[in-house]
């Protein structure tokens, strides 16, 4: 089956620009999530949704970053007002349960310049 | 400031020879897990480890947990190219989150 999947896969964005990242999860996955990698750093949570929940945005740097997740499938993580420091590799992944194993999406890599 | 500290930052090697990187962490965990991540890709799970001493093997690759469950160590035997990565200790925090160490890049030379 398809595994999780992410567009665009890269994206150059001016400073000051609004983007928005898209995360299509594996079929059937109730748990969602979003992590952020930045150069020579490991992944940093952003923010975890789990079917009809509150999601839990405790990871997200700062009130540019938000998310949010149609029909309990596709998220859509957008970030306003872009800034360099947001220049990463911004990954999801998908679970079946809470604490079952994550699949990661090939990520998409943001450049604000 | 990380919760895990991985070692060697950067790991070049011929292939056929052997390699460890390390995970450690000023704090108990309950369980460990460790990624491999190859470019434009996301990491993918290698092997989960939950008992202090543990030690799990995949093919070339065994993975050990510390005795005090503060640490970890991926040793690869016999390195071949397709062994090249980034390679990630991660635990996992309330259930769900996980926590992420800087990983170790992994270089196999033909």
């Known amino acids: 089956g398809a595994g999780v999947s992410q567009s665009p896969s890269n994206k150059v964005t001016e400073k000051g620009k609004d983007v928005e990242l898209r995360c299509d999860p594996i079929s059937g996955h109730t748990a969602l999530y979003w992590y952020r990698q930045s150069l020579g750093q490991g992944l940093e949570f952003l923010i975890y949704?789990?079917?009809?929940?509150?999601?839990?945005k405790s990871g997200l740097p700062s009130d540019r970053f938000s998310a949010e997740r149609t029909g309990g499938s596709v998220s859509t993580l957008t970030i306003q007002r872009t800034q360099q420091e947001d220049s990463a590799v911004y990954l999801c992944a998908s679970s079946l349960l809470d604490t079952a194993e994550q699949y990661f999406g090939p990520g998409t890599r943001l450049t604000v310049t | 400031t990380q919760l895990l500290e991985q070692s060697p930052q950067f790991l070049s090697i011929q292939e056929g020879e052997n390699l460890t990187v390390y995970c450690n962490s000023s704090s108990v965990f309950s369980s460990l897990q460790w990624y491999r991540q190859e470019p434009g890709e996301g990491p993918v799970l290698l092997v989960t480890?939950?008992?202090?001493?543990e030690v799990k093997k995949l093919k070339r690759l065994t993975f050990q947990f510390g005795d005090a469950r503060k640490d970890s160590s991926l040793h690869i035997t016999a390195a071949q190219p397709g062994d090249t990565g980034l390679y990630l200790c991660a635990l996992r925090r309330h259930d769900y989150k996980l926590s992420f160490g800087a990983g170790t890049t992994v270089t196999v030379r033909a």
């Open positions: 949704f789990q079917g009809n929940s509150a999601p839990d």
């Open positions: 480890v939950v008992t202090g001493g």
